[in-house]
């Protein structure tokens, strides 16, 4: 956090300093002063462009040094050591020619490998995943991958250029590596939210790479579950009289939305149900700590500031690609064992889909796993929990 508010303050001078610039500038050609002001005024220019060149130099020196030094932490036991065979790394791989960025961390190397589908599209829950599920990493060696257009990614691919395709080639050639860094024959595969998405699409077309697969928040009908959301958010806002979030609403009218302001008029509905969710008192340990998920080591500065980005922008390219997803009719025949782990107050994504969807799918074991103090995430809500229902479910022949 010294780092951001060092960052902000160089900023504000940067801004400072070009605001003198162009007061300067324009002075300078206008005025109609003597010759020995206009000098000085000169000398004054200069200093100033020094300084603005100086601030420059500075700022690119530490978002640099930011971006080089980020790391992820060690694994370290109860005695304070790094245990001998454990792993706990921060690399950039080349996906398909895209060049993207994972943390692979476990206290055991050879154990079997788990990736996390973070959710967005444009979503980064590095940091996260690695505050609320550090448990995992003492059976697993737990995956993260940053998909382009998010957090450390972001560049990976023009935002425009990216496709619904592009996540399921690039999955697909990121588990292939971990297969053949790991030796591997199959790893285990976890989606929240959008990446629940992303991972049916990975086992749809590629089953014999996965043990199983654990979806949470999970999608099934994109634009289904906007009407859903947007018409939810309308009745709590009317029940509660919130005439301003009512008039944002009726503004922007029923989704699925198209163009640039996707995010935006999305946000409003789905920002409200999560403050709603926040405050239901059947819901445990409510929301992201953001301020600590977004000061995690593993991003750097710039990093940092893709981490809004990636919500915003590719969020916005992105989500209107899925609202002729329906799970119910494209995605009914898997061949591997699927569990979703549902939160029961979950009014992000719509839990009535998802039974609908148990019931029309056919796999070698389906089962809904329910968190009854969960809303979107009960990987946050319920954390202890929900570990306890991976490790049963993925270690313990539940499937048999």
């Given at each position: 956090m010294i780092r951001i508010s060092l960052f902000l303050i160089?900023?504000?001078?940067?801004?400072?300093?070009?605001?003198k610039i162009l007061f300067l500038a324009t002075y300078c050609v206008i005025a109609h002063i003597k010759k020995k002001a206009i000098t000085k005024q000169l000398t004054n220019l200069?200093?100033?462009?020094?300084?603005?060149?100086?601030a420059i130099i500075l700022?690119?020196?530490?978002?640099?040094?930011?971006?080089?030094?980020?790391?992820?932490?060690?694994?370290?036991?109860?005695?304070?050591?790094?245990?001998?065979?454990s792993i706990a790394e921060l690399i950039e791989l080349e996906l398909n020619g895209r060049r993207q960025w994972v943390s692979l961390r476990g206290w055991d190397k050879n154990a079997p490998v788990l990736l996390f589908l973070a959710g967005g599209p444009g979503g980064t829950q590095m940091g996260a995943v690695r505050h609320e599920l550090a448990e995992l990493e003492k059976h697993f060696v737990v995956v993260n991958w940053d998909q382009p257009g998010s957090g450390k990614s972001y560049y990976a691919e023009k935002i425009?250029?990216?496709?619904?395709?592009?996540?399921i080639q690039d999955g697909h050639a990121l588990t292939?590596?971990?297969?053949?860094?790991?030796?591997?024959?199959?790893?285990?595969?976890?989606?929240?939210?959008?990446?629940?998405?992303?991972?049916?699409?990975?086992?749809d077309k590629y089953p014999e790479s996965y043990h199983t697969f654990i979806g949470t928040g999970q999608m099934v009908d994109f634009a289904e579950t906007e009407r859903m959301d947007y018409a939810k958010a309308l009745e709590i806002a009317r029940s509660k009289n919130d005439t301003g979030i009512i008039k944002r609403l009726m503004a922007n009218g029923m989704p699925p939305y198209y163009g640039k302001d996707v995010t935006w008029k999305s946000a409003v509905y789905l920002n409200?149900?999560?403050?709603?969710?926040?405050?239901?008192?059947?819901?445990?340990?409510?929301?992201?700590?953001?301020?600590?998920?977004?000061?995690?080591?593993?991003?750097?500065?710039?990093?940092?500031?893709?981490?809004?980005?990636?919500?915003?922008?590719?969020?916005?390219?992105?989500?209107?690609?899925l609202y002729d997803i329906n799970m119910r009719t494209d995605f009914t025949d898997l061949d591997v064992p699927v569990y979703f782990f549902l939160g029961r107050y979950d009014v992000n994504a719509p839990t009535v889909l998802v039974e609908e969807y148990v019931q029309a799918l056919?796999?070698?074991?389906?089962?809904?796993?329910?968190?009854?103090?969960?809303?979107?995430?009960?990987?946050?809500?319920?954390?202890?929990?929900?570990i306890e229902e991976v490790l049963s479910c993925l270690l313990e022949n539940k499937t048999q």
């Open positions: 160089l900023i504000l001078l940067f801004l400072v300093a070009l605001v200069k200093k100033t462009t020094i300084f603005f060149i100086m700022n690119l020196g530490l978002v640099t040094y930011s971006q080089l030094t980020a790391s992820t932490p060690p694994i370290i036991d109860e005695n304070g050591r790094t245990p001998e065979n425009k250029n990216i496709t619904i395709e592009t996540y292939e590596y971990l297969k053949e860094c790991f030796s591997k024959e199959k790893i285990y595969l976890m989606g929240e939210s959008w990446g629940s998405a992303l991972g049916i699409f990975l086992v409200y149900l999560s403050a709603y969710m926040a405050g239901n008192p059947d819901i445990h340990n409510p929301g992201y700590n953001t301020f600590r998920d977004i000061g995690s080591s593993e991003y750097g500065l710039l990093d940092k500031i893709n981490f809004v980005r990636g919500i915003v922008n590719t969020f916005n390219h992105v989500y209107q690609q056919n796999a070698p074991y389906k089962e809904i796993v329910w968190f009854e103090h969960s809303g979107h995430n009960p990987w946050i809500n319920e954390r202890d929990m929900y």
